[in-house]
């Protein structure tokens, strides 16, 4: 009998102290997830970045791999990553503005630009680096078009 207390005591501080951490900052994960995300396709357009800046050879394989990553990541964004309350001043680590639920279907609309610039992308990274250079404008363009709408911008 006491041992069964014991551990009733046991699992409820467990229970408690993973219900606390949770009701401080229930965004946590869904904020990190996004950040990912976005490092990810940062990290991959920095790739293709330097190949157009002619830091790096210009490499197709290379640069489809960064786009067709570029690509796959826009494809797994959509609202889901973007809970309401998870905005900046609300959620721990979040930069992201009230405004994308003020106007959610103009956020979709980028999120579906992004998508379509993506796509686009694949085909000039794969070709050389004269088309890649002149693709990534778009592309560049689909994020920072978002960005300046929906991202606040760190101090
Ligand atoms: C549909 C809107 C949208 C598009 C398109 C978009 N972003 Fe973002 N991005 C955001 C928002 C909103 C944030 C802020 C998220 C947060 O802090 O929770 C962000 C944050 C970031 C961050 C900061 C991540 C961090 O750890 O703080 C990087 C880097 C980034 N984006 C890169 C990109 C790149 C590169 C592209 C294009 C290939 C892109 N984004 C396209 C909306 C977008």
Redo the contacts with the bound molecule.
Sequence with gaps: MKTITMLAAALAVAGFAAFAQDAEDPFADT?EM??GL??Q??TD?GTVGAMAKGEVAYDAAVASKAAAN?AAV?SV?SMAQ?PEG?Q?GAAA?????PA?WATPDD?LT??A??NTA?ATFQVAAATDVDALKTGMGA??G??S???KA???P?E
Excluded: N
């Design positions: 904020v996004r950040h976005m490092l396709m940062a357009l570029i826009a964004i973007w998870s900046y680590d979040s930069y992201a503005l994308i956020f980028k999120i630009d992004l993506a592309l560049g689909a994020c078009a978002c960005h929906y991202r606040q760190e």
